[in-house]
Each structure stands twice: as structure tokens, then as C-alpha cells.
């Protein structure tokens, strides 16, 4: 086991070496910009080279043109609003904003850190890749875990790249629009669900920034978290499952009134998301859009998945209403709510949760309805009113004792436990531990801690038998009346 463990530092150590070197070259080749293209080709391939290039120049400017629209200054609204109805005053304020994100020289509060921040940062392990990105997690110089995300330079993106343009460096600038997005996206989207930027990077990490700004490295600093394992929510409490949809469910609301407009995820997968401290958080942000479908009749607004098509009303405006809204709906239905929600919901809940399966999986409500039927399914579940049959009396089969736990336990296993030894379950009250412990046959004490879930509800352990009573000033102990053969004697 250790043995094992060790190995697999040394592996990930490895292969951190590797990518920090890569890392290193790419940095030191920064200085070198797309001019390098022309060098050293034979005559005959220059004007192949030519156009090429061209063509990537062109792919560049377009990057940067779909970037623009998503800038607004922080500070100079009014300017802002000005350069609206001044085209020429528009250039000069975007061009400002542009400098700033692409040299890093004036940063917004919350992206605060720079290359300097990454000074004798350690590299801990890599948390992720995509098509687009690399995603390292490091500790900086202080001890400060964060996420660094770059140019990931084996992915797909890269690849083809590379292969229609024939230039890496070029290319590198080119995927490195899309952290630009990135960022400015991170910037005017801020919520508790989507990824905190802590700062950024152009060019050597450690060093000033700015130098070679425009084709330099760019290194976007995040809060860090643990990738989505869908596999693991699948083994988790129906509570832990829920946070994940209530959490998408908050995020995508605001998503649907942002300071951008209705913005759509165009890339919606679990991959996306991350956690932090059991919380729900978007990351991949470059395929965010926040245009709008024009149309002329309704049938130029049809949402097409797999399984289902959906058509949707062309508005007044001649733009097709609530189709980015409703197309995050869809999609939070069939990556997260199909898996996640309906699967051991509490008895007291499952005709709500069928509901919002019924009315997001045929596209009925809107993000408002959605997010109002998520809160009301956890107003009761936190009050524990979705427990009103339960019989008061119940608990009566049960000795207490106030301010002890127990030693020598004899466990079992329940599932989904919080405890991979016991059996770990949240209660809304001791009632309702009662009740599970009549229903699990081997069960003949519990205990409720002072822990709790993140709803509040109490975390109660349940046993098989115990040898000892132990004082405890944070717990008490349920024991059942009618005698279980492990029950034990000195109670
Ligand atoms: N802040 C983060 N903390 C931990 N892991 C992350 C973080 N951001 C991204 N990841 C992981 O890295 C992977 C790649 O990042 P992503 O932005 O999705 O790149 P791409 O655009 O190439 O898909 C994600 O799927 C996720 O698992
Ligand atoms: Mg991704």
C-alpha cells in the first residue's frame, strides 16, 4: 500500500517534471512570434507559408473580435456608455481593456495575483486536461494550493492547429484566446458556482509579465478544486447529489440574467465542473455564448439533442426567446438530473422531484420555476416537514442517554453511508434515526453527534452492538428497548 503510493508520487513527480520542463521551453520561446514563419523554407514553399499565415492572422483576428463585445471596464461605465455612440472613443477604451488582459499590467481586485505570485511555486500534480487546456495543481510559494490552467499543448485543439497551420507558436497565441475568454468570462461572470480567478500570467512565470505579452505564455491562477467524478456522486447520499443539481440549478439562473445577457454552454458536460468543499463550480467557461438566435418564424428556433428536439417561439424582435435559457435547462436534465435526482430522493419528496424531472426533461418550466421547485424541495427537506407521517411515538422504543458515546462498536454497513465503515446516515431528528433503525435489522443503537450535512441535518451512526458507554458532552446515545441478542448487558 505504502509502497504503492510512493510509487505513484514518483509517477506523478515524473510526469510533473515533464510537463514543467515543456512549461519552461514553451516559456523561453515566447520571445519568438509568428515571424519566425518565414525563415528557413525552401523558395517554392514560401508562398504556400504566405497564405498560411494569412490565414492564421485572419484566425486571430477573429479570436480577438469575438472577445471584444465581453469586455466593459469596471471602473468607466460612464466612458462606457459614451463610447457607445463614439465608435472611435469604443476602439480606445477596448484597446485599454484588451492591454490590460493580454499584459497583465493593471488587474481587477479579485484577479489579483501575477507572475510574480508563481515565483518558487511547486508543482503538485495535474488535475485535468481537455481538448483546449492544461490544468496543474501547484502550491505557491506561501503553501497556497491554487489550479493553473495553460495552453494544453498535446490536446486536440493544438493538434489541428498545428497541422493546418504548420506553426506552433502561432497556433499557442491562437489556442490562447480561448484562456483570454476565459478570463474576461471569469471577470463579468462572478458567482458562487462558477471558479474564483485569483489572477493571470503573461509570459515567464515568476517574472514581471508583459514582456512579449501578445505571443507570450499565458497562465491563468484559480481557486482550486477536485474534478466532477459522476461515478462517485453516483455512490453518494441522495443529499450530496442534490447539492450538485441545486447548485447547477443557482448557477444556470444566473447565468440566464447575467451582466452579458442569457448566456448558453455551448459545452455542457460534467467535465466542466468542478468542486470546492463539496460545492458545485463551472470552470470551462471558453464555450460559454451569450448571442442570441435570430429568426423569422419559429421554426428557425429548434434545440436539437439525441433524443429530442424542442421548438421554440421566434419573438417580436425577430430572435428566438429563451432558447440559451432553455438549452442549459435541457442539459442540466440529461448530464446531472437524470443520474443524480430522482435515485433514493426521501419518500416525503419524490413526487416534487418527479415533477421537476417531468418539467425539465420536456423543457415546461423556466429557469425561474426550476430554481423555485429546487428551493422549495430544500426548504423541506432542511424543516424536515417532508417527515410529518412518522409517529412521534416511535422514539419511545429507545433508551437515551445525554451527553455519551460509545466504544467497541459493533458495526454494519448501510448504504450510502457517510462512512465507509459504518453506517453513517443524516437525520432531520432523532425520530426519523428511530425510524431507520427499525428499519435495518441489525441495527440496535445510534448515535447522534454534533456534526451535521451541509443542510443542517444531523449525521447519526448506527450499530450493532457496543461494549461501552463513554462519557461525551457532544453526543447521545439511542439504544432499543426490545432486546437484540447484541445488545449489551451492562445497560
Ligand atoms: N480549478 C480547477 N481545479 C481542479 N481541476 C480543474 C480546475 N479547472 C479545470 N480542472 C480540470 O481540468 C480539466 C480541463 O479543464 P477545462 O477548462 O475543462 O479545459 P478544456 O477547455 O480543454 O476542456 C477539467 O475537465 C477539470 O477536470
Ligand atoms: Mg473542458
Known amino acids: 500500500m505504502g509502497n504503492s503510493l510512493r510509487a505513484a508520487a514518483l509517477l506523478a513527480f515524473v510526469v510533473l517534471s515533464i510537463l514543467v520542463s515543456l512549461l519552461i521551453s514553451s516559456v523561453q520561446q515566447f520571445g519568438a512570434r509568428i515571424t519566425h514563419f518565414s525563415n528557413a523554407t525552401p523558395a517554392g514553399d514560401d508562398e504556400q ?5 494569412g490565414a492564421l492572422i485572419q484566425q486571430l ?3 480577438r473580435k469575438e472577445i471584444l463585445p465581453l469586455l466593459v471596464p469596471d471602473d468607466e461605465d460612464e466612458n462606457y456608455a459614451f463610447s457607445k455612440r463614439d465608435p472611435a472613443l469604443e476602439s480606445t477604451v477596448d484597446s485599454n481593456l484588451w492591454n490590460q488582459i493580454t499584459h497583465g499590467t493593471s488587474r481587477a ?60 507558436q502561432g497556433c499557442r497565441e491562437l489556442v490562447g484566446y480561448k484562456l483570454k475568454k476565459e478570463i474576461v468570462l471569469l471577470q463579468r461572470l462572478q458567482h ?3 471558479i474564483k480567478l485569483r489572477g493571470h500570467c503573461v509570459g515567464d512565470p515568476g517574472g514581471q509579465g508583459g514582456r512579449g505579452a501578445e505571443g507570450g505564455r499565458l497562465t491563468v491562477i484559480l481557486e482550486q478544486g477536485n474534478p466532477l467524478q459522476m461515478i462517485q456522486l ?12 441545486l447548485d447547477l440549478v443557482r448557477l444556470l439562473h444566473f447565468l440566464s440574467q447575467s451582466p452579458l445577457g442569457s448566456v448558453a454552454l455551448l459545452d455542457f458536460q460534467p467535465r466542466q465542473f468542478v468542486t470546492v468543499s463539496g460545492e458545485l463550480k463551472l470552470t470551462d467557461l471558453d464555450d460559454a455564448s451569450a448571442e442570441e438566435t435570430a429568426c423569422q418564424t419559429d421554426a428557425d428556433c429548434t434545440l436539437q439533442f439525441p433524443q429530442k428536439n424542442f421548438t421554440l417561439p421566434c419573438s417580436s424582435r425577430g430572435v428566438c426567446e429563451g432558447l440559451n435559457e432553455k438549452r442549459n435547462i435541457y442539459n442540466a436534465y440529461r448530464y446531472f438530473f437524470t443520474y443524480l435526482l430522482p435515485h433514493q430522493a426521501p419518500p416525503g419528496l419524490t413526487h416534487l422531484v418527479n415533477h421537476i424531472m417531468n418539467s425539465t426533461g420536456e423543457l415546461k418550466a423556466d429557469i425561474n420555476q426550476t430554481l423555485e421547485a429546487f428551493e422549495h424541495i430544500l426548504l423541506l427537506y432542511k424543516s424536515g416537514l417532508h417527515l410529518d407521517n412518522l409517529p412521534p411515538s416511535i422514539i419511545r422504543d429507545y433508551t437515551v442517554m445525554q451527553g455519551m458515546g460509545t466504544s467497541g462498536n459493533v458495526e454494519y454497513r448501510c448504504w450510502p453511508s457517510y462512512s465507509q465503515q459504518g453506517c453513517v446516515l443524516s437525520v432531520h431528528s432523532a425520530r426519523e434515526a ?21 443542510t443542517g441535518r444531523l449525521l447519526a451512526s448506527f450499530r450493532s452492538g457496543f461494549s461501552q458507554l463513554v462519557p461525551d458532552s457532544t453526543s447521545e446515545v439511542y439504544v432499543k428497548k426490545t432486546k437484540g441478542s447484541e445488545t449489551p448487558s451492562d445497560i
Open 49 to 53: 507559408l504566405e497564405s498560411l499565415r
Open 61 to 63: 483576428n477573429q479570436r
Open 109 to 168: 481586485h479579485m484577479d489579483a495575483m501575477g507572475c510574480e505570485s508563481l515565483v518558487d511555486m511547486k508543482a503538485v500534480e495535474i488535475l485535468g486536461s481537455g481538448y483546449t487546456k492544461l490544468v496543474v495543481k501547484v502550491n505557491l510559494a506561501g503553501g497556497q494550493p491554487v489550479a493553473l490552467k495553460l495552453v494544453n499543448e498535446q490536446g486536440i485543439d493544438m493538434g489541428k492547429c498545428v497541422e493546418d497551420f504548420k506553426d506552433p
Open 192 to 194: 458562487p458556482n462558477v
Open 234 to 245: 453516483l455512490q453518494s447520499p441522495w443529499e450530496e447529489r442534490f447539492r450538485v443539481c
Open 434 to 454: 428511530a425510524h431507520i433503525c427499525n428499519s435495518h435489522s441489525q441495527c440496535t443503537s445510534f448515535t447522534l453527534s454534533g456534526q451535521r450535512t451541509w
